[in-house]
């Protein structure tokens, strides 16, 4: 499970700045469901740039979307209403 883990963060660091990809995204690149990967995300103690991960239809969950939209918006990545456009800042992680 450990391995797992470090797949799934090191995944979400691999996302860059300025973009995002879903829970979703990160679990079909390390092989597991995208609870896992919210799981692992959530308990990480943010050793990683959780921001940068957000649902399939783009938003953010409800109580990181204060934070999350902060820090996404610092890296020019804009939200509206707690949700990213996918379709302009998705990353291609494949």
């Known amino acids: 499970m450990a391995e797992l883990a470090d797949s799934i963060l090191m995944a979400a660091d691999a ?4 973009c995002v990809s879903t829970y979703g995204d990160i679990a079909r690149i390390v092989g597991c469901g995208p609870r896992l990967v919210a799981r692992v995300l ?3 103690g943010g050793e990683t740039c959780w921001w940068r991960v957000v ?3 783009g938003s953010i969950a409800p109580h990181l979307v204060a934070e999350g939209s902060r820090l996404l918006a ?3 990545v804009p939200t509206r209403a707690g949700r990213v456009e996918l ?6 992680l494949d």
């Not at 996302?15 to 300025?18: H, K, L, M, R, S």
């Not at 379709?87 to 291609?92: H, P, S, T, W």
């Open 87 to 92: 379709a302009r800042f998705r990353a291609g």
């Open 42 to 44: 959530a308990t990480s």
């Open 74 to 76: 610092e890296e020019g």
């Open 55 to 57: 649902r399939a239809d």
């Open 15 to 18: 996302i860059p700045a300025g």
